[in-house]
């Protein structure tokens, strides 16, 4: 997931320091076509959620791409995306 989305989303939710909801989720940031930008940062510039955090997020804000590993690490082979994603 996008770091910039969930930064907003947990200054909106948990910080109470926005008052803009933060929109869908978009993890096209992170994508150049299909496969990840080069030199991305875990943290700095995406967060590992599971497909259950995942599902809930974009229930409730809507959002796409999912990008799926088996790891952490978004460079490592992509996982499959479940039906539900």
Request: net charge positive; with cysteine; hydrophobic share 30%.
């Amino acid at each position: 997931m996008e770091s910039g989305w969930l930064k907003h989303w947990r200054e909106y939710c948990w910080d109470q320091t926005r008052s803009d909801p933060p929109g869908p989720v978009c993890n096209w940031r992170l994508l150049a076509g299909q496969q990840p930008r080069p030199n991305l940062v875990r943290a700095r510039d995406y967060r590992g959620v599971n497909h259950a955090v995942w599902r809930v997020f974009v229930h409730r804000y809507g959002g796409y791409p999912p990008i799926c590993r088996y790891e952490l690490d978004i460079y490592k082979p992509p996982a499959p995306v479940p039906q539900d994603a």
